[in-house]
């Protein structure tokens, strides 16, 4: 398949899917291996929140990944502009056409992870199952007229928020759960809590300090 009739939507799906062999060459020179792709996000920010790499090291990385067709994009896109990409760990492209690293707004350098060399079957048949998929999935449901003035504008941004808080907390758990037991999981979310907003850090530092394994065997 032609190049420039891939859409970005087919590397979303490569990714989401991880229709991929083996670990990742990143372009700082470190091999990742994808614990956790991350939960997909249709709202403004990176693609997947969430996500966990791993590198070949053994350090986990921890955010979100941003997917485009060539590594380019991300300047094109002004994304390294954007605070709202400031927790991207991951730089996810078909192809890496730039010689330079991917810079966030905060100045953290995020690897960029090209896929064309670990690709699971040739883009053209890559293509043909993602469109196979996508006409299995059902239409989406009409909507329905709430009324004449419909909701508030004020209402929709909160309920917007709303969702997309729970949406993040959700992915967080579920990367989480890709490494750690789920009573662990459970330990650390009720510490993290525990701290609120101003303490959440120090909590999230005494989960780690004493597991959950350590804490029962003294208990």
Request: charged share 25%; glycine share 10%; proline share 8%.
């Amino acid at each position: 398949m032609p190049d420039e009739k891939v859409v970005e939507r087919l590397v979303a799906w490569v990714w989401e899917r991880q229709a991929l062999i083996g670990p990742l060459a990143g372009d700082d020179g470190v091999r990742y291996q994808v614990v956790f792709r991350g939960r997909p996000w249709g709202e403004r920010g990176p693609d997947f929140q969430g996500a966990i790499l791993a590198r070949h090291d053994g350090e986990l990385l921890r955010g979100d990944v941003e997917v485009h067709v060539r590594a380019s994009d991300w300047r094109r896109h002004g994304h390294g502009r954007d605070p709202a990409y400031n927790r991207t760990v991951g730089h996810v492209v078909l192809w890496n056409d730039s010689q330079r690293p991917t810079c966030r707004q905060d100045g953290a350098v995020v690897p960029t992870l090209e896929l064309v060399g670990h690709l699971a079957a040739p883009l053209a048949e890559l293509e043909r199952r993602r469109q196979a998929e996508e006409g299995l999935r059902p239409p989406e449901p009409a909507c329905v007229p709430t009324g004449a003035t419909g909701p508030s504008p004020l209402r929709e941004l909160l309920e917007r928020a709303g969702v997309e808080r729970f949406l993040a907390k959700a992915a967080a758990f579920e990367g989480d759960l890709q490494c750690l037991p789920p009573e662990e999981v459970l330990y650390r979310g009720a510490l993290r809590a525990m701290g609120y907003t101003a303490n959440t850090a120090g909590f999230e530092r005494l989960a780690a300090a004493l597991p959950f394994i350590g804490l029962r065997a003294i208990a």
